[in-house]
């Protein structure tokens, strides 16, 4: 079965200092993946998706996530972090028959410490 | 440019009332998508609707019912609310059932059952 996993459920970081969210998956085929980010009380907002060709993919808000098939991995990163970046973000999977359905994994907030 | 409407924003309920939550997609997208998320919970994927005939259907109890209309716009009638049904939920919009799963998310709403 398809899954997603965020393994950090919380992560604190420095106004400035580099960002790494992790994102694991487990899906049979050629995944398609994505990274959401919510505001509070806010909508899903698309930062960058992967479907296939260069395993980096830039996103908006300076933020960008590496595909790596052997660590069933797409990881978040961004290099300097903005105290506007304080949300919860969701990796989620999709796949080509899946339907246009999304799997998202439990989230991870981060909070930004000035 | 236009997003995907969600009406109404904010909605209370009683226990074992109904609810009726509409989705106005971006014009010319045929297919709607609804997702449930709980208070601190990632989103679960309900339904979908591709040119107005179900085209997958999720983790969605039997009291709700959905449907998409001939202007495309989806409603998601909900009845016997509980205190569980309580969550944000958000409908997204996109052309066509699978490809590039090009959709959008709408701002959501949040439903409270007292």
């Known amino acids: 079965a398809q899954s997603v996993t965020q393994p950090d459920i919380h992560i604190t970081v420095s106004e400035g200092a580099s960002l790494e969210l992790r994102c694991n998956y487990s899906?049979?085929?050629?995944?398609?993946l994505f990274w959401y980010v919510q505001s509070p009380g806010q909508g899903l907002q698309l930062l960058l998706k992967?479907?296939?060709?260069?395993?980096l993919v830039q996103g908006i808000k300076g933020f960008e996530a590496e595909f790596k098939r052997s660590q069933s991995s797409f990881n978040l990163r961004k290099p300097s972090v903005h105290w506007s970046d304080a949300a919860e973000y969701f990796c989620?999977?999709?796949?080509?028959?899946?339907?246009?359905?999304?799997?998202f994994g439990q989230g991870t907030e981060l909070s930004v410490k000035p | 440019a236009a997003g995907v409407i969600q009406s109404p924003r904010h909605l209370i309920k009683e226990k074992r009332e109904t609810a009726t939550l509409k989705c106005y997609p971006i014009?010319?997208?045929?297919?709607v998508y609804w997702y449930q998320q709980g208070p601190g919970q990632d989103p679960q994927f309900l339904i979908s609707?591709?040119?107005?005939?179900?085209?997958d259907k999720g983790s969605i109890p039997d009291r709700f019912s959905a449907q998409q209309f001939s202007d495309y716009h989806s409603e998601l009638n909900m009845s016997s609310l509980e205190l569980g049904d309580s969550a944000l939920y958000f409908c997204?919009?996109?052309?066509?059932?699978?490809?590039?799963?090009?959709?959008?998310f709408g701002s959501g709403t949040r439903l409270t059952v007292v």
């Open positions: 989620a999977v999709g796949g080509p028959n899946q339907g246009g359905k999304l799997i």
């Open positions: 992967y479907f296939s060709g260069d395993t």
């Open positions: 899906y049979g085929a050629t995944p398609y």
């Open positions: 014009p010319r997208h045929d297919t």
């Open positions: 609707f591709y040119e107005k005939m179900q085209s």
């Open positions: 997204a919009s996109s052309i066509a059932l699978q490809g590039n799963y090009g959709y959008t």
